[in-house]
């Protein structure tokens, strides 16, 4: 039987998200999500929690959730009913929990609600980005259900919708990734291996109290000097690339523009080079 438990602050709910995996960590745990990775989600998880600063596009987020909710109402003939500090948890993992901002009366179905940025190209006219579709699954896996809406508003004035049915091999592989995340990492307090998109969270935890670490293991030395091979040839590529550029406005001889072969070169008023390859008819 699935839990549903109800919180009297937010704080509280904050709190109760760090002790499991929620829909939008799944994304990142599976390396499909834009923003968040497997360390930003560990670190959230194992960190002292802060107070978080509520931002301007998570203010508009929650106060147009429920205009937006009423919009895919009234073009969908469905009723809804909204969930404001509720959680469901997963009848087979108790770490497993879903946050739906709504589930649909009368059918076997849940609601998401979400805003963005006129600039963010998640949405399409059919297909949905990867990182919502995980999301949706994961809410399917905790509550059971078989279907999971979506409305989107982006940019303020552009309205989107879906329709995400239910996977189960998509979610017993998602299961799987999960447990073995929150076993082997969480638990376990090992850190995921960064990535590129770390940064931010790797800057924020510095100590910055000047103490030095000395590390001789064969891994640290490896990876430091495959680090320094790596920017001494960032280098290379970089000095190879502008001598090329400079070679070809010689060639160019002060001509806004060369067709050269099947290329054409640009030469911009801001002295950049810009290389097309021609499209053949």
């Known amino acids: 039987?699935?839990?549903?438990?109800?919180?009297?602050?937010?704080?509280?709910?904050?709190?109760?998200?760090?002790?499991?995996?929620?829909?939008?960590?799944?994304?990142?745990?599976?390396?499909?999500?834009?923003?968040?990775?497997?360390?930003?989600?560990y670190m959230d998880k194992v960190?002292?929690?802060?107070?978080?600063?509520?931002?301007?596009?998570?203010y508009w987020g929650s106060t147009l959730e429920r205009v937006i909710a009423n919009e895919w109402s009234k073009r969908n003939g469905k009723k809804i009913r909204r969930l404001s500090l509720t959680m469901m948890k997963s009848h087979t993992h108790d770490f497993l929990f879903a946050t739906p901002d709504a589930m649909v009366v009368g059918e076997d179905a849940g609601l998401e609600i979400k805003t963005s940025n006129a600039f963010d190209s998640s949405w399409g006219d059919d297909e949905l980005d990867d990182q919502y579709i995980i999301q949706c699954q994961h809410y399917m896996m905790v509550t059971g259900k078989s279907r999971w809406y979506l409305a989107a508003l982006v940019g303020g004035n552009?309205?989107?919708?879906?329709?995400?049915?239910?996977?189960?091999?998509?979610?017993?592989?998602?299961?799987?990734?999960?447990?073995?995340?929150?076993?082997?990492?969480i638990l376990a307090k090992f850190p995921p291996l960064a990535t590129s998109q770390d940064s931010d969270i790797l800057n924020k935890n510095r100590s910055?109290?000047?103490?030095?670490?000395?590390?001789?293991?064969?891994?640290?030395i490896e990876l430091v000097e495959k680090f320094n091979e790596t920017r001494r040839a960032c280098t290379e590529i970089t000095e190879l690339?502008?001598?090329?550029?400079?070679?070809?406005?010689q060639k160019m001889n002060g001509y806004d523009r060369l067709v050269c072969g099947d290329y054409t070169a640009n030469w911009d008023k801001a002295n950049r080079l810009r290389i097309k390859k021609m499209e053949v008819c």
């Open 47 to 58: 960190a002292d929690l802060d107070d978080i600063e509520e931002t301007q596009p998570m």
């Open 208 to 220: 910055f109290d000047g103490d030095e670490l000395v590390l001789n293991d064969f891994e640290s």
């Open 1 to 41: 039987m699935r839990r549903i438990v109800k919180f009297k602050s937010r704080e509280e709910w904050l709190v109760a998200r760090k002790q499991g995996i929620g829909g939008s960590e799944a994304a990142a745990i599976c390396q499909k999500h834009r923003w968040s990775t497997r360390l930003s989600v």
């Open 158 to 185: 552009q309205y989107h919708q879906y329709v995400i049915e239910r996977n189960d091999k998509l979610i017993g592989a998602l299961v799987d990734m999960e447990v073995k995340f929150w076993n082997d990492n």
């Open 241 to 249: 690339k502008s001598e090329l550029s400079n070679r070809i406005k």
